[in-house]
């Protein structure tokens, strides 16, 4: 499956089945979060395994989840973040969903885990002394088998013309504009890379040899992680187009039109 089916198709698993992975499997998850520690290096981010997930799900059960609902499988992992700054929480976002990517070839269920509203005392009674700066979780295992038969809920998603700007915020841009620049498919499909309760705080601006992205506010918050999770599917999407090149963040609160956005970076062509 490329990139761009993955995105369309790509959805949270809300329940695993109670079986562990098997052996092959959890060998090959615990490479790849070898490797993408190795890729953090001295980030201040560190990938933790837990094994055995049924003390971390009774210990979180009505205080973390999804959307206030714990997400119960059979192993989970972690990443802690030493700093909170927005750099960092936007950089876990870009590495926990390029992790993902690499889980889903398994052929592997995920789901986020948000431990935002726990006290970090809490959290170290759970994950140990050293883990009081972990702010998800990312639920994996086996999916559980869905009814064919059962109504399967769709989440919204917003059209290019509510998220993607020509220049400046606001101002509308055609598709015709963006194929013209090679950008129509890439801002087709990045519309469906997940966010926090699907609000798809993102919006790019895109120029002649460039793209801006900022984050909107929503309720006094910015989704920093919703920005790295863009980020990284963005860059897989252009790699597809031939394009190798890496966002420069520059993070920073700007207002604009009475309305407050946080600029993220650029990502040049």
Not at 95 to 107: A, W
């Amino acid at each position: 499956m490329n990139m761009a089916d993955f995105l369309k198709s790509r959805k949270s698993t809300r329940e695993f089945k109670k079986q562990n992975l098997k052996e092959v499997d959890l060998k090959e998850v615990k490479l790849l979060i070898e490797r993408m520690n190795k890729e953090l290096g001295e980030s201040g981010m560190n990938l933790g395994f837990y094994e055995y997930g049924k003390h971390i799900s009774d210990s979180l059960r009505g205080i973390g989840g999804y959307a206030g609902v714990m997400i119960e499988s059979p192993h989970y992992i972690s990443i802690d973040i030493k700093s909170h700054s927005p750099k960092a929480l936007v950089d876990s976002g870009y590495y926990m969903e390029k992790l993902i990517s690499g889980i889903n070839k398994l052929g592997l269920g995920t789901c986020w885990v948000s431990l935002n509203d726990i006290e970090d005392e809490r959290k170290r009674a759970i994950f140990g002394e050293e883990s009081g700066n972990t702010e998800y979780l990312l639920a994996i295992g086996y999916a559980k088998p869905k009814n064919p038969f059962a109504q399967e809920s769709f989440s919204e998603r917003r059209g290019i013309e509510e998220i993607v700007f020509l220049e400046e915020m606001n101002n509308l841009v055609s598709m015709d504009t963006l194929e013209d620049r090679g950008l129509g498919d890439l801002l087709f499909y990045i519309r469906f890379a997940p966010s926090t309760k699907n609000l798809q705080p993102w919006r790019f601006i895109v120029h002649n040899e460039s793209v801006d992205l900022f984050i909107e506010e929503f309720n006094g918050k910015y989704s920093y992680a919703d920005a790295g999770i863009a980020m990284y599917y963005f860059e897989e999407l252009a790699k597809r187009q031939g394009l190798n090149n890496k966002w420069d963040t520059d993070i920073k609160e700007v207002t604009i039109d009475g309305v407050n956005y946080m600029y993220i970076g650029t990502y040049k062509f």
